[in-house]
T-cell receptor
Framework: DAGVTQSPTHLIKTRGQQVTLRCSPK?????VSWYQQALGQGPQFIFQ???????QRGNFPDRFSGHQFPNYSSELNVNALLLGDSALYLC???????????????FGPGTRLLVL | GENVEQHPSTLSVQEGDSAVIKCTYS??????FPWYKQELGKRPQLIID?????GEKKDQRIAVTLNKTAKHFSLHITETQPEDSAVYFC?????????????FGTGTQLKVEL
């Protein structure tokens, strides 16, 4: 049973460029969340996708966008990269429940993005 | 929105001692509280979680307690071992707006010394 996978593992870009990060959820999971983790800080929520729609969004600008595919995998796109976008980008997957309680989220290994 | 505070930021204990990390949250609608362990350069790993209908949960050397009235939850690690050394994050989640984002604390660097 494969866990959450992400690609690429590392990426170097220059300011103004665009980047696409990819995530495959754990088997049986249908929800994907993206987080940004700056060095020495806790993960910050970017957005969450379920049924191919963005369900919730954190305090990130429109330069950050995403997509979820019918097989539940997801992409995170960042346009017009800034130096401050350098961080570890984590994907987490979960299985939607109807109980109204938070769902357990399992993290992938992350993509480390460096913007020069 | 939700705000999670975590203390202490660093914690050093002797092997075999206990370690306690405390978190407070602000949103009374939060109902799910996971704890993650993150080793250097690795992904956050879920070590234990608790839901709002439970006051305490234990898994071997790890336990979590929740006080909904005080909006406070804590991680307790007993008989610490060197492999427990890592950064620990608490988080809180509420199901709002069609999603359930996790809001994380700022982390606690735990060092278990021989």
């Amino acid at each position: 049973d494969a866990g959450v996978t992400q690609s690429p593992t590392h990426l170097i870009k220059t300011r103004g460029q665009q980047v696409t990060l990819r995530c495959s959820p754990k088997s049986g999971h249908d929800t994907v969340s993206w987080y940004q983790q700056a060095l020495g800080q806790g993960p910050q929520f970017i957005f969450q996708y379920y049924e191919e729609e963005e369900r919730q969004r954190g305090n990130f600008p429109d330069r950050f966008s995403g997509h979820q595919f019918p097989n539940y995998s997801s992409e995170l796109n960042v346009n017009a990269l800034l130096l401050g976008d350098s961080a570890l980008y984590l994907c987490a997957s979960s299985r939607r429940t109807s109980g109204g309680q938070g769902e357990t989220q399992y993290f992938g290994p992350g993509t480390r993005l460096l913007v020069l | 929105g939700e705000n999670v505070e975590q203390h202490p930021s660093t914690l050093s204990v002797q092997e075999g001692d206990s370690a306690v990390i405390k978190c407070t949250y602000s949103d009374s609608a939060s109902n799910y509280f996971p704890w993650y362990k993150q080793e250097l350069g690795k992904r956050p790993q879920l070590i234990i979680d608790i839901r709002s209908n439970v006051g305490e949960k234990k898994d071997q050397r790890i336990a979590v307690t929740l006080n909904k009235t005080a909006k406070h939850f804590s991680l307790h690690i007993t008989e610490t071992q060197p492999e427990d050394s890592a950064v620990y994050f608490c988080a809180a989640s509420s199901v709002t707006g069609g999603g359930n984002k996790l809001t994380f604390g700022t982390g606690t660097q735990l060092k278990v010394e021989l």
